[in-house]
């Protein structure tokens, strides 16, 4: 089964609101197993809204349209359903009585504008909104030789559209038939296209399960979709796939699914009961505010595990001078230090900009140099992931 889903508003066409219900409708329809082959984003304008409907019905099983559904005289998706299909809009008995008892609840009279929004395209059966005005539409046309064209009508305001999707429209959709399940490896310390060298075939297209690679941030991610019968099936691919993954690139995993380097970072100090505390110079503090969040978010939540840091702009000290002293004064086991950034140009005329790091405890002294060429605009963050990937690594060890 295709489906195509439609957002209707000028105030998406205009760039001045994002479409996030058509990412949010895919990932729910992926999850029946329903591809979706289109996102089509249409202004307020009913000959548009009519044309669109009739190429996506010619392309696709199934349209999930959101919006549109309002009184206000921009609010046009009944008139366009009505349209395409060349039917006229009627009244619709019980919705009217819930329109008007929505607003006797609130002690209000209700504008005759609203009395629109029990009118349905004959022939379509209208879908309750409990906790707005306007019920949503569902028609189903006829094709011949096949099963019919769904159409499915939802407010656009995203908390009622995910309600009625999930109570009205998702019970009525075939499907269950497949089900989905993702998981997600991530990975530190390599890069992207490495990464899918490393896998090989695992990445390839069309395997089983599907395995994607994204990089944010020099995070590379993993992310297993896994399709099959039943759950079972799905975390059996997951699992072998993870110990693939895991087998090939070793180390450079840290987590899985939301978890960060920081968060690994704070739960191993807490259960080898460490500490550390940090010097930062060209990452101004963001190792700190990463560490911070993560603190506050585990469930141990001991914050005994981090004993500050200072955010350092020059110092007469050396960076290795900055972080003895921080390593007496603490009572911390390991100082991570990022020294000041230093841009130089390389032979290709291309710039560096190499960052010192240090990382020191009472029997441990490693250091690196980080040296960038790429994108300017992730140096800081990089280079705080690599400072705390040295010490996720030095925690490693004590494993
Ligand atoms: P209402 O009864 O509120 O008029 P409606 O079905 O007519 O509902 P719209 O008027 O099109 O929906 O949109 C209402 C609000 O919902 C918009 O101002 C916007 O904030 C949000 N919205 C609409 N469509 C989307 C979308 N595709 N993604 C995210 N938000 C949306």
């Not at 920081?262 to 259960?271: N, Y």
Request: hydrophobic letters at 40%; glycine letters at 8%; charged letters at 20%.
């Amino acid at each position: 089964m295709l489906a195509e889903i439609i957002a209707i508003g000028s105030e998406l066409t205009s760039g001045a609101k994002l479409d996030t219900n058509s990412q949010w409708l895919s990932l729910q329809l992926a999850e029946l197993g329903i591809s979706v082959q289109f996102h089509s984003t249409v202004a307020d304008d009913l000959q548009s809204n009519i044309d669109l409907l009739k190429s996506a019905a010619a392309r696709v099983d199934l349209i999930l349209v959101t919006g549109g559904l309002g009184p206000t005289l921009d609010d046009l998706t009944r008139q366009a359903i009505a349209g395409f299909t060349d039917v006229e809009l009627v009244e619709d008995f019980e919705s009217m009585e819930h329109l008007e008892g929505f607003f006797v609840a609130r002690g209000r009279e209700m504008p005759e504008r609203n009395r629109i929004q029990a009118m349905f395209p004959a022939g379509s059966t209208p879908i309750e909104n409990p906790v707005g005005t306007a019920p949503g539409i569902w028609l189903e046309i006829p094709r011949a030789g096949k099963s019919p064209c769904v159409i499915a009508a939802m407010p656009g305001v995203p908390s009622e559209m995910r309600k009625m999707y999930h109570e009205q429209v998702k019970p009525r959709l075939p499907g269950g038939e497949v089900v989905i399940r993702r998981s997600r490896i991530n990975c530190f310390g390599i890069g992207e296209s490495a990464t899918e060298e490393i896998l090989g075939e695992l990445t390839a297209r069309g395997s089983t399960p599907e395995v994607g690679i994204t990089a944010h941030e020099a995070t590379i991610t993993m992310r297993i979709n896994a399709q099959g019968k039943n759950e079972a099936e799905c975390l059996q691919q997951i699992e072998t796939a993870s110990q693939v993954i895991h087998g090939k690139l070793g180390d450079y995993v840290f987590g899985v699914e939301d978890e960060e380097l920081e968060d690994v970072i704070v739960r191993e100090l807490i259960r080898l009961n460490k500490s550390f505390a940090t010097i930062e110079h060209a990452t101004a503090g963001l190792i700190a505010q990463r560490i911070a969040h993560a603190v506050q978010t585990d469930e141990c939540g001991s914050s005994e595990c981090y004993k500050g840091g200072t955010v350092a702009v020059s110092s007469s000290m050396s960076l290795e001078q900055e972080a003895q002293a921080l390593l007496d004064s603490s009572h911390a086991d390991y100082i991570l230090a990022v020294g000041p950034e230093a841009v130089r140009t390389n032979g290709s005329s291309r710039l560096v900009s190499e960052i010192p790091v240090l990382l020191i405890g009472r029997n441990v002294h490693t250091e690196t140099l980080l040296s960038w060429t790429g994108n300017p605009a992730i140096t800081k963050i990089r280079s705080a992931k690599s400072a705390l990937d040295l010490l996720r690594h030095e925690l490693m060890k004590l494993s």
